[in-house]
């Protein structure tokens, strides 16, 4: 399942920079698929929703940093366990349970959106 950061955020940023998706953003900042990743125009996401991944989108929070559940594969293919709980010190980083996913869905979002 993506993670989530629940209204207990602080806006400290420390989840930012650690994702390897780039799926976390400042609240109110427009987010598009292409960034950290390598999607590039019109692509098909693994839902099966067709995006322009250089489009900029809507911000998911006015008010708090933010993570996109499309691009959300808690770290799986970088990292043990997802980085944004790991370094947040209020621990408002935690499984979206409205986007539950399987191990086998997070590796394949990680492989699609990383073509190496």
């Not at 839902?47 to 499309?70: H, L, M, R």
Request: with cysteine.
């Amino acid at each position: 399942m993506a993670i989530i950061i629940t209204d207990e955020c602080i806006n400290c940023g420390a989840c930012e920079p650690e994702c390897p998706n780039t799926a976390i953003y400042e609240g109110a900042d427009d987010w598009r698929y292409a960034d950290g990743t390598d999607l590039e125009g019109t692509v098909v996401l693994p839902n099966g929703k067709q995006v322009d991944a250089n489009e900029t989108q809507e911000p998911v929070s006015d008010e708090i940093y933010y993570i996109v559940p499309d691009k959300c594969t808690e770290c799986k293919g970088f990292h043990e366990e997802p980085q944004c709980a790991a370094v947040c010190p209020v621990d408002c980083c935690v499984p979206d349970e409205d986007h539950v996913e399987s191990e086998e869905t997070l590796l394949a979002k990680q492989s699609f959106m990383h073509k190496e």
